[in-house]
């Protein structure tokens, strides 16, 4: 079905036909707004930004581009096409008939993943909001602002999900996704990664890069889900996830890129040297990197979870590609997880595979972060430079799970505390670190021209030249 534009709300789930849920979210829009225009990107409400905006949830209609001001984004409710006599996919329920609504029974567990997802969604508009006055290009400042209009979108989709099936108590925690605040003492965002500040451009690709590959996964498990009113909307918002990804491989790709042009011009990889010439090192890159990964490796929840099992179980969430896997049901079976054996060692233990969901999809997620990894490095060798980055071991800086708060190396040796306690400040950015690169954001809005710490991108948005003028400031 195409989405409606005449609507207050451009929606495909014929909105006009259900007055109650209408007036509902009509009452929530302006609140959002509100929120938008508080939290959301700060001083840009006037912009002009070249967005794409989905018109209808096909192959033709999704990306449609065009100039608009933010605030004036038709944010909606688009869910994908419905599968015809879709079945549930695993569990105790395999093969049965999805879920057109809710069963009272599981009621509560899904209003809380649901509100898990959804408090994502703003939270990163908000770790986000000053990123645009240090933009390196405006290019980039294009992208930041496409991504924060989509994570504005996926909000509306978890709260679309709230107000049409869990009545008041859905309503009421639409309101409160709106209520908390990313880094807020008293009223966080639920999952810690999204409390992180994100206060320089290095962070924010390592953020995409990682943290929304997070959220790739997480929306898969969401997609196979028997409820299927989410499994449809989590199948649309994961075509637009696709470009935030986008942004963080090619972002480091393209800072790569740079410092790799500064160190062959200065004929030195002493960190002193490239920083002198406005680029950042490759270990200062390293301890990003080893921040943002460790840190999104937390989202996928504990090795061994009853939570887990029990999604699995009763048919409500499930793993990323599941018609890829043979056993469906997963009752027999387990897999090998390495823990702390208490006497700073490594243990094996063996955890029925239901329970171990979270580790499965925690190890595809680890695998497809590889492939950027060899992508970066295959430019650092390219240019006869003996650095590599790596992904740290998923044991270390844990804290949720079996790993939480052991002192191990990023190599997965456990240390001792004294050792992690003085050499953790060397594998993490450290506050000059974090100074320097700060030091490097000054603002680049000459249409065409990147900030010395980065290199121009390979191509345009939209076929578009690099040079075009992406967002027009007044
Ligand atoms: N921080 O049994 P466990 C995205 C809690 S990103 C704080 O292992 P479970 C996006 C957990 O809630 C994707 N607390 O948990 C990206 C539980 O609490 P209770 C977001 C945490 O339920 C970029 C306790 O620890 N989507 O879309 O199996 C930009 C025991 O843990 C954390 C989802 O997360 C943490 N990191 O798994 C924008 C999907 N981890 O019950 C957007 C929905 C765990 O003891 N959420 N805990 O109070 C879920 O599926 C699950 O809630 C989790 C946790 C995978 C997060």
Redesign the pocket.
């Known amino acids: 079905m195409a989405i409606d534009y005449q609507e207050r709300i451009p929606n495909n789930v014929d909105l006009a036909e259900n007055r109650v849920l209408q007036r509902a979210l009509e009452h929530w829009q302006p609140r959002f707004l509100d929120w938008w225009r508080e939290l959301g990107p700060t001083d840009f409400l006037g912009a002009d930004v070249y967005l794409r905006t989905a018109t209808s949830v096909d192959a033709k209609g999704w990306a449609t581009y065009g100039t608009v001001k933010m605030p004036d984004y038709r944010w909606g409710i688009f869910l994908a096409d419905a599968v015809p006599d879709r079945r549930i996919g695993f569990g105790d329920e395999f093969g049965k008939p999805v879920w057109q609504q809710v069963p009272g029974e599981h009621r509560s567990t899904l209003r809380?993943?649901i509100v898990?997802?959804g408090d994502?969604?703003p939270?990163?508009v908000e770790q986000q909001r000053l990123l645009g006055h240090t933009c390196p290009s405006l290019y980039d400042l294009r992208n930041l602002f496409q991504v924060n209009v989509e994570?504005g979108r996926?909000l509306w989709a978890m709260v679309y999900l709230l107000h049409a099936y869990f009545g008041r108590d859905g309503r009421e925690e639409a309101e409160e996704l709106l209520a908390r605040h990313s880094g807020d003492r008293d009223k966080p965002r639920?999952?810690?990664?999204f409390n992180e500040p994100i206060s320089d451009w290095l962070s924010f690709f390592m953020?995409t890069y990682f943290?929304?590959r997070?959220?790739k996964f997480?929306?898969k498990?969401?997609a196979e889900s028997s409820f299927d009113p989410l499994s449809r909307s989590c199948n649309f918002m994961l075509t637009e996830e696709a470009h935030?990804m986008f942004v963080g491989e090619s972002g480091i790709g393209r800072v790569v890129k740079r410092t790799l042009e500064v160190m062959k011009e200065i004929g030195s990889d002493d960190p002193a040297a490239i920083r002198a010439k406005g680029a950042i090192d490759l270990p200062t890159m390293q301890r990003y990197l080893n921040f943002w990964f460790t840190s999104s490796l937390?989202?996928?929840?504990?090795e061994n979870?009853?939570?887990?099992a029990s999604?699995f179980a009763t048919g409500i969430?499930g793993r990323p590609d599941e018609t890829s896997f043979e056993d469906h049901i997963c009752k027999e079976g387990a897999m090998t997880i390495d823990v702390p054996d208490g006497k700073g060692g490594v243990r094996q233990e063996e955890v029925p595979l239901r329970n171990a969901m979270?580790e499965a999809v925690r190890r595809a997620y680890i695998r497809d972060c590889e492939i950027g990894v060899k992508r970066w490095n295959r430019l650092i060798a390219k240019a006869g430079v003996a650095f590599e980055l790596s992904l740290p071991s998923e044991r270390f800086r844990r804290?949720?799970?079996a790993w939480a708060n052991q002192p191990v190396d990023p190599a997965g040796k456990p240390i001792s505390a004294e050792e992690y306690a003085a050499k953790l400040p060397g594998w993490l950015p450290s506050e000059s670190d974090r100074a320097f690169v700060k030091s490097l954001m000054q603002r680049v809005i000459a249409p065409g021209k990147m900030a010395a710490w980065i290199a121009p991108p390979d191509r345009g948005i939209n076929n578009l030249p690099v040079d075009y003028e992406y967002v027009h400031l007044h």
Not at 190 to 193: A, F, V
Not at 298 to 302: P, R, T
Not at 305 to 308: E, K, T
């Open positions: 809380r993943l898990t997802q994502t969604e939270a990163s994570e996926h639920i999952l810690g990664t953020f943290t929304d997070d959220g997480q929306l498990s969401l935030h937390d989202l996928f929840g504990a979870s009853s939570n887990a999604y969430k979270n804290a949720i799970g």
